[in-house]
DNA sequence: TTGAAAGCGCTAACAT
DNA sequence: ATGTTAGCGCTTTCAA
């Protein structure tokens, strides 16, 4: 069906190395080139990926295991990554792993089976043997929002301690002492780093933690509306809760709204992740937001970077991205006291 | 690196053709079979896809280009997909054409070099001109959500008129009469259909149609703020609006926040998709959604079984699967008047 | 610069 | 049932 390079070189008189140097950016006659060009646009050519990827051993293509690909947070940065490398001639292969370890270890196989170049990874473990089939092929792996303990490979992630911290500190600063948090699950490597912001936040303030005003969801929806309900339930004088991740935040929000509890008049409430249920939501929702596109753009850099270079050198020395989060002011947050 | 069907041969004395007959689920005596499984085991081997796929012209990957994957009615579909297809096999190549015609052009041309057995789309244009090449090439496309004018190819979409037409209906049994519709784009194929839906309603309930209770909008949040705006402006005393998709509904009810129209005191509101969302909202939302995982699931079976027939038959008698919606009940609609 | 030829890892005749 | 062999379309020595 399609013309080959064969088809091509019988067209020109020309051999198939000059054909492939051409197509490779080699050096041809400009007589030959213009023969060439002429012969690809009749022939409709178009050189065949699979063909070349046996030979060179390159597929083009990369891996991609994401938790969730229903989920906003990691669909943005996908789209990003997605773009910016289908703009470097590479292909995507996503894989979701519905934040199954099993899965996950499936999906890596899958792709390691596919021969992909390199492999994007946002753990939904935190144990990443499994990676080390691609370190040792020398094949670039590079984790997206959190890090894997064993696992070989470079990192972009958010300083989720500090964004926790920054707006924890911010209900203090509106006269809040006794404030809740949902927090995420303890193998989740972010969730930790976002308690950990948590308890900065208040020990800086001089509030001693109490154990009653932490409950733990497991990033879902539903665990955001049932970590709620215990919360409101255990603490009855409790006037502000912090929610860790952004399905959780919808969680609240629905349970406070089951509950009949005014926000911000009775609880005061700061969330995370997605801007546009944020604003949607009534009242606006303050909230902290990651900058998905950025660390997705980051991501596939590196990635693109790694592919670059030459045999991926003995002592990989990776590399850790942080970037920053924001605060995105709404009006889920009363103002109790105005302190200093 | 990695080990091949040669060295399999080689540990075992066999020739290729055992070797490729018992991968291949072919008949291999029971010795020979365990000394291969032995050995595969030894070798670690794992089937070169990429040279599969160079040999048999197939290479079990599946294309699929959608207008967003930053949208959660279409990251459901696919992630649905995606599972479906991957548990046969089938490696997806998603691309994003963010909603651009051209973008989506390209897309297809992308896939199409890369030799993908097969095309899922959910198209963001109406002229299916480019999808010609996998028609020629024998290769199946099947259209999700939307159908495109001139391809060739199967199709699963939702019932949008009846959907429409329901939920206006609906509005109209609350006593509303004077009801607006947040319609879609024209070149849109399901947007036409659902407002086509919001016509047929009044009509049977005799109720004229007037053209300052249609506003468009490019179906996203913004275009639903604007679109709200403009409906509230022009029409003093609308007492429901129906908007006609998610983004859109999100962006209207941003707008009537920010306009401090009482939902549903002073205006009704009935949405369209993402019942997580019309969860969190305050007061719930009314709306009409559509069963995403079955439109991944019914477009990925029709996918495997194009692929599974013979030679794509010259006549090839496409399908077209309609599935129906559902209305989920909150408290964004006011009862004017109980009609009979 | 260009051509001839080998070979990437696999499948599929064709023989045996 | 198994072995032999010829390619799939490309890249890449090695010569010329």
């Known amino acids: 069906m399609a013309a080959t390079m064969k088809d091509i070189a019988r067209a020109t008189g020309l051999g198939l190395a000059t054909i492939s140097s051409y197509l490779n950016g080699g050096n041809v006659r400009e007589k030959n080139r213009l023969l060439i060009e002429q012969a690809i646009k009749e022939l409709h050519f178009e050189v065949n990926e699979v063909a070349r990827g046996l030979k060179t051993n390159r597929t083009k293509v990369i891996g991609i295991i994401i938790p969730e690909l229903n989920n906003i947070f ?3 940065i996908i789209t990003e ?7 470097h001639g590479y292909a995507t292969m996503i894989c979701d792993c519905r934040t199954d370890e099993k899965r996950e270890a499936e999906a890596v196989e899958f792709l390691y089976h596919r021969r992909v170049d390199g492999l994007l990874i946002m753990p939904a473990g935190n144990k990443g043997a499994y990676l080390q089939r691609f370190a040792k092929a020398e094949k670039p792996v590079v984790m997206i929002d959190r890090k894997m303990q064993r696992a070989a490979g470079d990192c972009v992630l958010v300083d989720n301690q500090g964004a926790a911290r920054d707006a924890v500190k911010r209900l203090i600063k509106a006269g809040h002492t006794r404030i809740g948090i949902l927090a995420g699950p303890e193998e989740v490597y972010t969730a930790e780093e976002r308690l950990r912001g948590y308890r900065m936040a208040l020990k800086e303030a001089g ?3 109490e154990s009653s005003l ?3 969801g497991n990033y879902t929806i539903r665990g955001g509306s049932e970590g ?8 009855p004088v409790m006037t502000a809760v912090f929610v860790s991740n952004y399905e959780m935040t919808m969680g609240a929000i629905i349970e406070a709204n089951e509950l009949g509890i005014a926000i911000p008049e009775r609880l005061s409430i700061i ?5 546009e249920f944020a ?6 929702l303050s909230i902290v937001t990651q900058p998905t596109r950025e660390i997705g753009r980051k991501a596939a850099e590196l990635m693109l970077r790694r592919l670059a270079e030459p045999g991926m050198e003995k002592e990989p020395a990776y590399e850790t991205i942080r970037l920053k989060t924001s605060y995105v002011e709404g009006k889920s947050v009363k103002v109790l006291r105005q302190e200093a």
Do not use: W, Y
């Not at 969330?271 to 801007?275: A, E, P, T, V, Y």
């Open 279 to 284: 604003k949607a939501s009534s009242p606006r």
């Open 228 to 235: 709620m309900r215990r919360l409101v339930q255990k603490n």
């Open 74 to 76: 990691c669909a943005e």
């Open 271 to 275: 969330g995370f992740d997605n801007l």
């Open 207 to 209: 509030i001693p933690e």
């Open 214 to 216: 932490t409950e733990r």
């Open 81 to 87: 990554v997605e773009d910016v490398l289908r703009n």
